[in-house]
């Protein structure tokens, strides 16, 4: 008897708490669609950010709000070329071992980008590879002897073990180096764009030898087998989402913190979203909230120039003025917003910094 009222309380909270639950939910993958995300990343590993993302966001974060007026919010000034998302891919290929590795053979590697997670409407701007080795230089082979780089396309399934690498692959690049520098750039966009469209994506194959020569053969292939534990490959991709990037072309000024005057009148208000409060810390690295301000405040009868009403909204409140029962006053809203950018972890693991329009509220106005 006691326990009925109690029960049934705790049933309805229970209730309660299941459809705010739902609510949320509900609200967090349209949030997330909007932020052109499936579904909410849960990283599994927190790997580090490359260099050129930090980069990127921090030059964004502190550019000058002129500066930001004159920039395209669509395009990578960086690299210049359009695009709002930057992407580095981790290497996912394997070092190839297959029997006796021919004389002057220092490496050969599978590179294997998987781009899978780029989305339809994305547009690929520019793919570029970076090797990187720990030094700038390392046992020379022997006096005056260089290195050869050779990157293939493999246009075929390579089954291990299968003696013959040769067939199916596709010469890409091939540099001739005496002394290996710490970190070689290589423009992959064209081979990129063609595994999104046209066929399938098999990866590349990495060759480092020593440059046959006089005395090379003398030396064997002892010289060079260190630079296997050096080796670093990512793949740079920047696109355009054409959804997102679409609207908005418009100039804009960086978002000043909206004054604090006490004021009813329509206005920017300050709010600050944290990104830990809606429980998002785990897969966004940087920036850790942002201000984003809302709209709040009357529109009264007369409108004033500051509240950047339209004709119509005018016209309403006079008409508000004369029937306030019948029609209401316009709404306080944004009228310019300004965009952020965004550096995460996306469910493939891979460092993303994606720009995004229209998230901070410059100036509100009468509508
Ligand atoms: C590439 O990633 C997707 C998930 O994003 C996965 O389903 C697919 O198996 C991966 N492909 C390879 C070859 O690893
Ligand atoms: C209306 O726009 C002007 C500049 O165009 C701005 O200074 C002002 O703050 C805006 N008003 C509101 C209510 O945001």
């Not at 990578?76 to 998302?85: A, H, L, R, S, T």
């Not at 005018?314 to 809203?333: A, N």
């Amino acid at each position: 008897m006691w326990l009925l009222p109690s029960f049934q309380a705790s049933l309805a909270w229970a209730l309660l708490s299941a459809a705010l639950a739902t609510q949320l939910s509900l609200q967090e993958s349209l949030l997330l669609k909007s932020l052109g995300l499936s579904t909410k990343p849960s990283p599994k590993t927190h790997g580090p950010v490359p260099c050129v993302l930090w980069r990127i966001f921090q030059r964004r974060k502190t550019l000058p709000s002129t500066s930001k007026d004159l920039g395209d919010a669509c395009r990578v000034e960086e690299f210049n070329v359009p695009g709002n998302i930057i992407r580095v891919f981790a290497d996912q290929g394997h070092f190839i071992h297959n029997g006796q590795p021919p004389r002057l053979l220092c490496l050969r590697k599978r590179l294997y980008f998987n781009l899978s997670v780029l989305e339809e409407d994305e547009r690929l701007t520019m793919a570029q590879l970076e090797i990187k080795f720990s030094h700038n230089s390392y046992p020379s082979p022997s006096q005056g002897q260089g290195l050869e780089l050779r990157l293939y396309r493999s246009s075929r399934l390579a089954l291990q073990g299968t003696p013959a690498p040769e067939r199916g692959q596709k010469l890409l690049v091939e540099r001739s180096f005496v002394q290996l520098h710490k970190s070689l750039v290589f423009d992959l966009s064209g081979v990129a764009k063609d595994w999104r469209t046209h066929s399938r994506n098999l990866g590349l194959i990495l060759e480092i030898t020593e440059s046959s020569g006089d005395g090379a053969s003398a030396l064997g292939s002892g010289g060079c087998t260190s630079i296997n534990s050096f080796l670093d490959t990512s793949l740079l991709v920047v696109t355009l989402s054409q959804q997102q990037c679409r609207a908005s072309r418009r100039r804009r000024r960086s978002a000043e913190p909206p004054p604090v005057t006490p004021s009813s009148l329509c206005k920017p208000r300050r709010l600050y979203i944290s990104f830990s409060d809606v429980g998002w810390e785990n897969w966004i690295i940087a920036p850790q909230g942002y201000l984003a301000n809302y709209c709040l405040g009357e529109c009264p009868f007369p409108l004033t120039a500051e509240l950047n009403s339209t004709n119509h909204a005018i016209l309403q409140t006079m008409v508000h003025s004369l029937d306030p029962e019948g029609t209401p006053q316009p709404c306080c809203v944004p009228v310019r917003l300004s965009p952020i950018s965004i550096l995460y972890y996306d469910n493939s693991d891979n460092v993303v910094l994606r720009h995004y329009e229209d998230m901070v509220v410059d100036e509100c106005g009468c509508r």
